[in-house]
């Protein structure tokens, strides 16, 4: 069987022993296995500064943006071979492989683009300078310069790709060299992108480094100066945290955590809204069976509208087929492994022993795959006492989950909303432009996305779950507090920001530097 390689100080390095097996969840068999044991995790870091750091700050921004269009090439001319190791590694159906290989694509693409338009060589200015003294003589400009350390990007098992190319594009575009930990269980299509970008010798020496598994000393070796981007549970988030190169030595984190996501109906009379409602909760509830963290976990609708809302989901989720995505007919795949499958059905019966169940998944789909497999059917639940009920705004069930949810009025329901204590989005579908506005001015503290759906846009709206490069993708409190994405706001994290004070003569040099 394979073992993955790792790649650091310009040389693939397997791991020693026997490392962890990756494999179908479907099927059961063994795909491969990975090892980051033995690694030299110091040496590692001192490379990809020393070499690939230097390389790739001694380009411009748009220099670095050509190397991301180049990434995409390769990318794109390896899709089919990604879309079959997703099918082996991670179940998933042709139309979810699409949201983490085409999303991680399409990402790549869209900095690369953004990338080509900044006009600095070397740093970016932060607004104006400010006068700090009578006639203008003495001022300060904020000025935003690559860090010369290097990115740990630790990701989670449901993105392989995506969570990679959306974390390693700002990354890189700033000029700092990345170290990849992608989760061990769907390693496979990471390394593969990785192994590609590397053989078709696009970046400098140093700049793309992949570790596979879990390496000793892998926050031990950071320093000061160094990332970590780490997306996964809050759990682990909170592990991290606590290690001494963060809270000591100050090494920078970010952290994409878990989230239990709303979606929230108006209190419109007529259907429309509720219409768009019902069809984007059975979306999230199936897309890659649940697996994302932005998926839709607690519904809110007006009392009045519950038992037709619960209706209308529940007829619609008893006509998915669950099962082996190589079989055309099957519209939802399998979870991601067995383990997780545990996790999940462990979760439902905490659900069902406090709450209505809805939808049934457990008796209503017939799962069509062979003996073993790692499906979970979907599952609707109900939730009458949302005041009291502390259970389901806490439990993220990672998996095809959610619950519907009946509120009094719109402060009821963003109350409740809020009670998830910090989350990725929250939803809205209303044709009450008043009532939209207001659940954005509301939700916003609370959501790091706050997704508007009317009828007039019902087509052309981008969907809850999706991570859109040009807007932020995180959230306050549980989701982690950290931010991605939008736009050029997320190459904040890879630079650093000093005040110059100077005259103006030389405060203008500084756009030219
Ligand atoms: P996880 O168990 O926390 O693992 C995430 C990553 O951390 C993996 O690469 C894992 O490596 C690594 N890791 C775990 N323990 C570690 C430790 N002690 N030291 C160093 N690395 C460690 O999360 P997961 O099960 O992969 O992902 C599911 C969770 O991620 C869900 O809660 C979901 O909400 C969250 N998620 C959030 C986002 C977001 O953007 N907010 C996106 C996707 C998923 P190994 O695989 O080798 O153990």
């Known amino acids: 069987m394979t073992k993955l390689a790792n790649y650091t100080q310009g040389q693939w390095q397997e791991g020693k022993g026997p490392g962890s097996t990756l494999y179908d969840p479907v099927l059961g068999t063994e795909l491969a296995t990975v090892s980051a044991d033995g690694l030299d995790m110091a040496a590692c870091y001192d490379w990809a500064r020393k070499h690939g750091g230097t390389a790739l700050r001694a380009l411009s921004y748009a220099e670095r943006a050509d190397l991301l269009k180049q990434i995409v090439q390769v990318l ?6 990604y879309y079959d190791i997703s099918l082996q590694n991670s179940g998933t159906v042709q139309n979810d492989t699409a ?5 991680a694509v399409y990402t790549l693409s869209y900095y690369a683009k953004l990338g080509g338009k900044i006009t600095g060589r070397h740093l970016r200015l932060d607004g104006e300078p400010e006068s700090l003294a009578r006639d203008n003589v003495f001022a300060s400009q904020h000025i935003h310069v690559p860090s010369r350390g290097v990115a740990l990007l630790i990701n989670a098992f449901n993105f392989p790709a995506w969570g990679l190319w959306e974390k390693a594009a700002p990354a890189l575009l700033s000029g700092v060299p990345i170290v990849v930990k992608p989760a061990s269980a769907t390693a496979w299509l990471t390394h593969e992108m990785v192994k590609d970008v590397i053989e078709a010798g696009i970046l400098p020496d140093g700049a793309l480094n992949i570790v596979c598994g879990r390496p000793e000393g892998m926050l031990e070796a950071l320093n000061g100066l160094d990332m970590v981007s780490f997306t996964g549970s809050a759990d682990t988030a909170a592990t991290l945290r606590g290690h001494p190169r963060l809270l000591h030595d100050g090494v920078r984190f970010n952290a994409e ?3 239990v996501n709303s979606a929230i109906l108006g209190t419109d009379k007529d259907d429309a809204a509720a219409d768009l409602l019902v069809r984007e909760v059975v979306r999230e509830l199936t897309i890659k069976s649940g697996q994302k963290c932005t998926a839709i976990r607690r519904i809110f609708v007006p009392e009045a509208r519950y038992e037709s809302v619960a209706g209308a989901i529940a007829a619609k989720l008893k006509t998915i087929t669950v099962g082996d995505p190589r079989n055309p007919d099957v519209r939802m795949g399998s979870l991601v492994s ?3 499958q545990k996790a999940i059905v462990s979760g439902i019966e905490q659900l069902a022993a406090h709450s209505d169940v809805l939808f049934d998944g457990r008796k209503e789909t017939t799962i069509q795959a062979q003996a073993g497999n790692a499906c979970v059917a979907p599952m609707l639940f109900g939730v009458k006492n949302p005041d009291t009920h502390k259970l389901v705004h806490e439990v993220e069930v990672f998996g095809p989950v959610a619950t519907l949810i009946p509120y009094r009025d719109a402060e009821h329901a963003f109350e409740l909303a809020r009670r998830g204590m910090g989350s990725l989005v929250a939803s809205v579908y209303s044709d009450d432009p008043e009532f939209m506005a207001l659940a954005a001015a509301r939700l916003a ?3 790091g996305r ?9 087509k052309a709206q981008t969907g809850h779950g999706n991570a859109m490069p040009q807007s932020n993708h995180g959230g306050p409190g549980r989701a982690g507090g950290g931010e991605e994405l939008g736009g050029l706001r997320a190459l904040k994290f890879y630079h650093r920001t000093a005040a110059v004070q100077g005259s103006p003569d030389i405060l203008d040099r500084l756009a030219g530097a």
Do not use: C, F, I, Y
């Open 99 to 103: 949201v983490d290989v085409d999303g």
């Open 445 to 447: 503290e609370s959501h």
């Open 338 to 340: 067995l383990q997780q």
């Open 76 to 81: 794109q001319n390896n899709r089919d071979k």
């Open 450 to 458: 706050v997704h508007l759906v009317d009828s007039a846009v019902a």
């Open 257 to 259: 955590t878990d989230s």
